[in-house]
C-alpha cells in the first residue's frame, strides 16, 4: 500500500480512468491538487481564461471522441458557480464532464469562509452526482464511483468538491490494484426488438429518427446497416445529425421549426410509423405534438426509462443503449431479410428522395451588405468531408444547420438544449484538442463571439489551432426575429460607431483587431466574392501559424431565417431555390 495525499490518489485514478488532458484554472483552494498533478505528471492542463470556459472546453473534448470524458478544475467558491452553465449543458445533452473543486477546510464550512460555497447542493440538480468529500479516505472511492455514473445509463456530468484540508491529507491507495468499475448501460431483449420490427413491417411508410444517444453508443454505422437492410429513410435529429451522411440516399433530411429542412419537414407529414432511437422528442424538432404525431405510430428507444412517454406516450417504448438496441435491430432485420420477410420500401424511399432532390432553400446571393446564405454556400465549398463543426445558438446557428452538410457522427457538434452563448469558443478549443488533425470550424454571430473572447488567447497561448467563422450583423438576430411578434426591436441592436473603426461602418466591436490583439489571425470579409478566398486563405494561416483564425463576414443587418410553430406551417421569407444555380452546394443540386 502506497502513502499519498488524497490529491495525488485523485491524479492517479484521473490517469487510470484514461484522461489525458484537463482545463482549468489554479486558486488557492486547489492549489494542491495542482500540486499533485505538476509532480505525478502525466496530464496535460490547458489554462483557460473564465471557468465556464475550462467547462466548456471539458464539453468540446468529451463531445469530439467516443470514451473521452473532459475534466475541468477550478478554485473554491466563483469557480465552481461559474462552471454551472458546463454542467447544465453537459446534463441537458447527456455529456460526461467532470468538474473538480478546490473548497474551504472542512471545519470551517459552515463558517462563512472566504469563498465557501455549498456548491454540491448548487450543481446537485444539473449532475448525476455532486459531493463534498468530506473524509480523505473516501476520495479514492468518490472518484471511482464518479466514472462508473458518468458511464453509465444516461450519460452525464459530476462534481467532486475537495477541502483543502482533504486535498494534503495523507491517505494509503494502492495504485497498482485499482480498476474502474463496470459501466452499466440497460439493453434491448431480442422480443422487444422482434416486436418493434413487426410494427415496422406493418407500416406503409416509416422512417427513422436517430437521435444523440446514436452519437453517445458510438453507434452510427448500425444505423445505417439497419436503415440499409430495412431500406426504411433517416431523419438525424440536430444532436444526431452526421450518424447517416448527408448525401447518403436514405437520409431523408431533419425535421422541426428551425433546424430543419423542408424535405425533412414534408417527409414526417407524410410518414405513418417513426422508429427513435436515442432521441428526446426535443419541441424545436416536434413542434406541436399533436401536429408531430397525428396519424402515426411510434416506436421509443432510450438509454434513460424516464425519457419514454416524458413528451408523448409512444405506442411502443424500449429502454435500451442505442448501440445494443441497434445490434439485435440488425440482427434481426439481417434474419428476416434472407427469410424474405422485409417489404420493399424503394418506392417509398424514391418518394422521400424526390422531394430532397428538389425542395431547397436559395443560397446563391450576390447582395451587398452579404446575406447569410451565401456564406454557408461557400463553407460547403471550402470544407471537405471531414470537416468538424461547432456552434451553439441563434441565427447563425439554425441557418447552418438548414445549409451546411455533415457526413459522419461528431463532425456537427453543439450543445443542443442548453445553448449558452458564448459556448462555442471554448468548445472548440475542447474539441481541437481531442482531434488536433482535423479541420475544426466554429460558426458563431457576433453576440455568441463576444460573450467568450478571452477565450481565444487559450487557443494563442497553447497552439490550438481552428477556423472561427463569424457572422456580424451585430444585432441579437433571433431575439430580434421573436420580438416581430411582439411589435419591437427594443435592446437587441449592437451596432454603433467604433471611434477607432471607422471602416466598419457601425457594426461596433472590431472583431479582428480584439483576435489579433488575443494573438490570433483575423481576416474580414465585405463582398461575396471574399467569402471563398477568405476560407481558402485561412485554412493556409492555421497550418502557417497553429493558432485560432477569425473569418468576419459583414452580414445584412436584418435577415429573417425560415422558421415556425408548427411542422407543416413554417414561414419562408425568403425566395426558394428554383433550380441547381440558386442552390449550387445544395447535395443533388451540383455538389459533384
Known sequence: MTRMTAAQAAVEILKLEGVTNVFGLPGAAINPFYKAMKTSGGLHHTLARHVEGASHMAEGYTRARAGNIGVCVGTSGPAGTDMITGLYSASADSIPILCITGQAPVAKLHKEDFQAVDIASIAAPLTKMAVTVLEPAQVPGTFQQAFHLMRSGRPGPVLIDLPIDVQLAEIDFDVETYAPLPAYKPAATRAQVEKAVDML??????????????????????????????????????????TIPDDHELNAGMVGLQTSHRYGNATMLAADFVLGIGNRWANRHTGGVDTYTRGRTFVHVDI??????????????????????????????????????????????AECLERKQSMWRRTNFDAVPIKPQRVYQEMNRAFGKDVRYVSTIGLSQIQAAQLLHVFGPRQWINAGQAGPLGWTVPAALGVATADPDSTVVALSGDYDFQFMIEELAVGAQFNIPYIHVLVNNAYLGLIRQAQRGFDMDYCVQ????????????????????????????????????????????????????????????????????????EIDNITEFEELAESGEDAPTALYANLD
Open 201 to 242: 413491417v406493418a407500416a406503409e411508410r416509416p422512417l427513422l429518427v436517430s437521435g444523440g444517444g446514436v452519437v453517445n453508443a458510438d453507434a452510427a454505422d448500425l444505423l445505417v446497416e439497419l436503415a440499409e437492410l430495412t431500406g426504411v429513410p433517416v431523419v438525424p435529429t440536430l444532436m444526431g445529425w452526421g
Open 304 to 349: 434513460e426509462p424516464t425519457q419514454i412517454g416524458r413528451v408523448f406516450a409512444p405506442d411502443y417504448g424500449i429502454v435500451s443503449d442505442a448501440r445494443a438496441a441497434l445490434e439485435l435491430f440488425v440482427e434481426v432485420a439481417r434474419d428476416r431479410k434472407a427469410a424474405g420477410t422485409l417489404p420493399d420500401r424503394s418506392a417509398w424511399a
Open 494 to 565: 449592437l451596432s454603433f460607431d467604433n471611434i477607432n473603426a471607422p471602416e466598419i461602418n457601425g457594426y461596433g466591436v472590431d472583431h479582428v483587431k480584439v483576435a489579433e490583439g488575443l494573438g490570433c489571425k483575423a481576416i474580414r470579409v465585405f463582398d461575396p466574392e471574399e467569402i471563398l478566398p477568405a476560407l481558402e486563405q485561412a485554412k493556409k494561416m492555421l497550418v502557417e501559424h497553429r493558432v485560432p483564425v477569425v473569418v468576419e463576414v459583414i452580414l445584412e443587418r436584418v435577415t429573417n431565417v425560415s422558421m415556425g410553430l
